[in-house]
């Protein structure tokens, strides 16, 4: 038994618009989130002197991210994983966006340690 089924191509550009601005917006977030990511590792001297620690103290900060992700990636990612993707998104990019300006504004380790690892649990979220 056959049928024939035909597919159409969206009536409007509007439909195929919404798409590309939804591609262009996930393209963005993840240039932005891979960015947050792996910056600081191109800072670290100015982040040493800056703070008054060693590189490699500065450099316990790239560690705390990956830890943290490591870790709390897998759970986090099935803990949220019945929320409406949407919403979810935009949790993650306000976390994001909260968690750099607490790190660009971080007057010690310790605040830059928290900015850094706010990001690092919502990272596997994002793309879980």
Do not use: C, Y
Not at 33 to 43: A, N, R
């Amino acid at each position: 038994m056959s049928s024939v089924t035909s597919v159409h191509a969206p009536s409007s550009g509007t439909k195929s618009a919404g798409h590309g601005l939804a591609v262009l917006l996930l393209a963005i977030s993840a240039f932005v989130i891979v960015t947050t990511e792996f910056i600081i590792v191109g800072l670290l001297p100015s982040l040493s002197r800056d703070l008054g620690i060693s590189i490699s103290a500065a450099g316990q900060l790239v560690t705390l991210f990956a830890f943290t992700v490591m870790l709390f990636g897998p759970v986090l990612t099935a803990m949220l994983s019945h929320f409406e993707r949407k919403r979810l998104f935009v949790v993650i990019l306000l976390i994001f966006a909260a968690s750099n300006a607490l790190a660009a504004a971080a007057p010690d380790i310790w605040v830059l340690g928290l900015g850094r690892f706010l990001p690092a649990l919502a990272l596997p979220v994002f793309w879980g």
